[in-house]
């Protein structure tokens, strides 16, 4: 039982101050003891929960089919000759294509979203062939180096998943060399009618000097793990 030390009314054991006479509430047990630790952690764990891909796929499916409608609509109310409207609508599509779609069927495979990639390109560039009246630059330029880029994109994506740091950087130097030859190789044709290698032959020669070196470095281990101390691989 304790008593208010202005007044002495009787105090309950829970009282801060008096009711009496206001007068605080002063345990001398508890005055040299420390004032309670706060946690350095909160006890509760609050995460802002991450957007959802198909709510993001949505969103993005609405904003490209908004662009496209009103520039189809701009071009037919204004009356305009050139269908300006028709190379504004396939990028849309074509960025739908990219980034939507993965977005929206997540458990989709990867060569199958390549080769997607690769059609929605070469629709695109068929647009514009069919818009500049270009159909034998598209059959004999354009095509075959879209083909030949959707190769050499579904050859990475199948072979470099699981590989180490450098087994990587030589396939991709490597696929980067062969597609480079072959964009030399139609433009020649098309220019000339015949291949003359030139600036692609140069480009797959220091390609080659470049993979040399690393699969030697792979192969070795003890060179192998002085290049990961060395660039914090």
Request: charge should be positive; proline fraction near 8%.
């Amino acid at each position: 039982m304790s008593y208010c030390v202005h007044c002495g009314v009787e105090l309950h054991d829970s009282a801060r101050a008096c009711p009496l006479c206001h007068t605080p509430v002063v345990d001398p047990s508890k005055l040299g003891a420390a004032p309670p630790e706060l946690p350095p952690y909160p006890t509760q764990r609050a995460e802002v929960p991450p957007a959802s891909k198909r709510e993001a796929a949505l969103l993005l499916t609405v904003m490209l089919l908004s662009v496209a409608i009103c520039c189809g609509l701009l071009n037919l109310f204004l009356g305009r000759s050139v269908p300006w409207s028709a190379y504004v609508i396939g990028g849309a599509a074509l960025l739908w294509v990219w980034v939507a779609i993965p977005l929206w069927f997540r458990a989709l495979p990867l060569a199958v979203r390549l080769i997607l990639d690769g059609v929605a390109v070469g629709l695109y560039v068929l647009v514009i062939a069919l818009l500049a009246d270009g159909m034998v630059w598209f059959k004999a330029l354009a095509l075959p180096i879209v083909l030949l880029a959707t190769a050499v994109l579904l050859l990475l994506g199948l072979t470099l998943p699981g590989r180490s740091i450098l087994s990587s950087l030589s396939l991709i130097f490597g696929s980067i060399a062969v597609f480079l030859v072959g964009v030399e190789l139609c433009v020649d044709r098309w220019l000339t009618g015949a291949w003359s290698p030139g600036w692609s032959i140069v480009v797959l020669v220091i390609a080659a000097a470049l993979c040399a070196p690393l699969q030697v470095v792979r192969r070795v281990p003890s060179l192998r793990e002085e290049v990961r101390k060395l660039f914090h691989l």
